[in-house]
């Protein structure tokens, strides 16, 4: 089970900081990743943490970072600089995936219930 918290809204050039929990044991092992889906547009990647790698959609990469608590079953979203376009609900995922699958949503096998981000102009 994933649990997703911390959005909010806010102004452009603000900060927000997602957190997702994971529970039910086997999740410190699994890629944990971030998506979000804006108003009648489709899902897209926008981070995920795998062992010791990070990836970053190119659209975040430099504003946004994925880290993980110890236990790795907590994986945050450190959002800066945000954008309008940045608007959308985030959701965390979790999966057993290899290398750069983990930018497809797809591969994931858990979903969080998905937090509002709003960022205004």
């Known amino acids: 089970q994933l649990q997703a918290s911390g959005g909010g809204l806010v102004q452009a050039g603000d900060s927000l900081r997602l957190s997702c929990a994971a529970s039910g044991g086997g999740f410190s092992e699994y890629a944990l990743g971030w998506f979000r889906q804006a108003p009648g547009k489709e899902r897209e990647f926008v981070a995920a943490?795998?062992?010791?790698?990070?990836y970053y959609s190119d659209s975040v990469k430099g504003r946004f970072t994925i880290y993980r608590d110890n236990p790795k079953t907590t994986v945050y979203l450190q959002m800066n600089s945000l954008k309008p376009e940045d608007t959308a609900v985030y959701y965390c995922a979790a999966g057993r995936i290899a290398g750069f699958r983990v930018r497809v949503s797809s591969e994931y096998a858990y979903w969080g219930q998905g937090t509002q981000v709003t960022v205004s102009s």
């Open positions: 943490s795998r062992n010791i790698y990070t």
